[in-house]
């Protein structure tokens, strides 16, 4: 299918109810049980479906299927802003002792978070001295979780070569991670993509 076609139709069918082509924006925060074994099931991770909007949600759920199709990935989340995605992986990916390498030319809150704030729970940021593949690569060891560049940059405005970084990481057995461009076209499977600019702004 066709990435425009992926954006308009992918992750939805017609509401059988009211055969709406376009996806409802569901209001509610909670959501109607079967039965008290159904609502377990769901708070167990048992079941599929939706118990509470602050963890998923019908309208969101369809924007994380959609993204993970364009992309070619496993699966998305959606999260209001991207330093809210940032911080969310990053703490997926790494715990105690583990380390981010990543491009010197970074926003200044991301800048922040790897250098002050991830820190302090143990995840340590790793900047290298420029955003070439062999100072990144110089970086690496066994405790890096992940290889990291904001491409274009901001406020610096390079543009990393995406490929040469995906190939370091990948040879070095980490996940590489980029915020603008899509794994798809950086030939990666293993790579994580924040692509929330367009969504957040
Ligand atoms: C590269 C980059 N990362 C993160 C952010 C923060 O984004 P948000 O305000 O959605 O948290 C910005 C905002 O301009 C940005 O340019």
Redesign the pocket.
Do not use: D, F, I, K
């Given at each position: 299918m066709r990435s425009e076609t992926i954006a308009i139709h992918a992750g939805y069918e017609p509401d059988p109810a009211t055969k709406s082509v376009a996806v409802p924006i569901y209001q509610t925060a909670a959501y109607a049980f079967d039965s008290a074994d159904h609502g377990a099931a769901l708070f167990n991770l048992e079941a599929e479906g939706f118990r509470y909007s602050r963890i998923a949600n019908p309208t969101t759920a369809v924007l994380e299927k959609r993204i993970a199709e364009l992309e070619g990935g496993v699966g998305a989340l959606a999260v209001?802003?991207?330093?809210?995605?940032?911080h969310f992986t990053f703490v997926n990916l790494a715990d105690q002792g583990g380390n981010i390498v990543s491009v010197p030319q970074?926003?200044g809150?991301?800048h922040t978070l790897l250098g002050h704030i991830l820190p302090r729970q143990g995840i340590l940021g790793r900047f290298a001295e420029s955003d070439t593949p062999d100072a990144i690569e110089r970086l690496i060891d066994e405790d890096t979780k992940c290889v990291f560049a904001?491409s274009i940059?901001?406020p610096a405005g390079n543009v990393c070569d995406i490929e040469a970084l995906a190939k370091v990481a990948h040879r070095n057995g980490v996940p590489w991670w980029s915020?603008t461009r899509s794994p798809r076209r950086s030939c990666s499977s293993r790579s994580t993509t924040a692509p929330?600019?367009p969504c957040?702004?």
């Open positions: 209001a802003t991207r330093q809210a995605a940032l970074l926003y809150t991301t904001e940059g901001n915020t929330t600019s957040t702004r």
